[in-house]
């Protein structure tokens, strides 16, 4: 049997033709951007959330570097964790900002408090909290070393949609909170999408403002802009999927809770949920020994795998011989997550059959 590490095609597979109608509605009306669905979008997306505002925009890169400007962050540093996805210190340079980085925990693989707080100083504008692989961060700690600097929040929630802490949704915690839409995502459009959601008022104004060329009113800017528009398709597709979310996330719980019990007892170290939080998994992520030779293993078997993320921030080649400017804590950790983590096939509509199939294939390469 096949495992692919992800398959959109079977992902989409129970909604296809509820798609379908959603194309057909946007193509009959013929307004393609910036219309009805992105307002209704925006509407139920902060409904669903428990927050006054959702700003639509083209991507989570954008929804972060926007976050960072509507905060005035430009010209200062922003602390953020070394293991993480690419786009989160693009944004922070986009934005006109220095990345600092900072260890992540050892069991959740989310920002240490400690390490965010050794790392700010003076120039520091923002800590940037991302809830990596579904799981939300230490938000009371996060949120308490930032009051207590007088710092915002910014919570990067593109791999968490519907994770919550303490029984509150990942993106209600930060003064602003940073979506992607990606295909891939636990909830994810059909091509690029974004979010900033917020409490209604001056921030939601600038993000508004920014998005599209700073226009105040037709063909007025009244501040500077970019064009980071979410497209009408986008969002009819997204309305659509917002309503499979819980049980998309539910379907996740499940194949990962299947993984846990099958795994037991390999050398793989495997995904640790703090008490208080619930995860969504948007990637299983493992540790594994001889992690190159388990995934050509499982390859040979016809099983897919992928590595998030084999380089830190602080390694990346951007940074060498200060091309960019960046500062780092001592990042041990997470050097060593880079030549570990392995993510296994996990999504919506993975059988439990192919679980034990890969599950099978782990065992059978350590013993
Ligand atoms: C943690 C994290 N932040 C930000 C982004 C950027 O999102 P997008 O690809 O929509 O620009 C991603 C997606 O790749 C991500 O995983």
Not at 133 to 155: M, N, R, T
Not at 203 to 215: D, I, P, S, V
Request: one cysteine or more; proline letters at 6%.
């Amino acid at each position: 049997m096949n495992v692919p590490f992800n398959s959109l095609k079977i992902q989409l597979a129970p909604c296809e033709n509820d798609l379908r109608a959603a194309f057909e509605r946007v193509l009959e009306r013929g307004w393609f951007l910036m219309g009805p669905e992105v307002e209704a979008f925006e509407a139920e997306f902060a409904a669903w959330l428990g927050r006054g505002a959702c700003v639509a925009m083209n991507s989570g890169t954008d929804a972060l570097v926007l976050a960072l400007r509507a905060l005035g962050c430009a010209g200062g540093e922003v602390v953020l964790p070394a293991h993480t996805a690419l786009p989160c210190y693009h944004a922070v340079l986009a934005a006109g900002c220095t990345p600092v980085f900072a260890e992540v925990r050892e069991d959740t693989y989310t920002l240490d408090p400690a390490s965010a707080a050794r790392m700010i100083g003076p120039r520091t504008r923002a800590v940037m909290a991302v809830h990596l692989y579904g799981q939300p961060c230490d938000l009371d700690e996060l949120g308490a070393l930032c009051a207590g600097h007088g710092l915002p929040l910014i919570e990067d929630c593109a791999q968490s949609h519907g994770a919550t802490y303490k029984g509150r949704r990942a993106g209600t915690f930060g003064a602003l909170a940073a979506f992607s839409f990606y295909p891939t995502k636990n909830l994810g459009a059909l091509g690029d999408g974004g979010a900033v959601c917020c409490d209604s008022g001056d921030a939601e104004t600038a993000l508004r403002l920014e998005r599209q060329y700073g226009e105040s009113s037709r063909y007025h800017s009244a501040v500077p802009g970019v064009n980071s528009r979410l497209d009408e398709m986008q969002a009819a597709f997204l309305r659509l999927r917002l309503g499979r979310l819980e049980a998309d996330n539910a379907a996740r719980r499940a194949l990962a809770g299947q993984y846990d019990a099958l795994l037991a007892g390999t050398p793989l170290i495997l995904p640790a949920t703090a008490p208080d939080r619930d995860h969504v998994y948007h990637l299983y992520v493992v540790r594994a020994p001889r992690r190159e030779a388990l995934m050509e293993h499982l390859r040979s078997r016809g099983i897919g795998t992928a590595v998030h993320y084999p380089v830190p921030g602080h390694r990346q080649p951007l940074f060498a011989q200060g091309r960019a400017p960046m500062r780092a804590d001592d990042l041990a950790l997470s050097e060593r997550l880079g030549a570990e983590v392995l993510s296994l096939p996990l999504y919506p509509g993975l059988e439990p059959g192919q679980v034990e199939e890969v599950c099978a294939a782990i065992r059978a390469f350590y013993a």
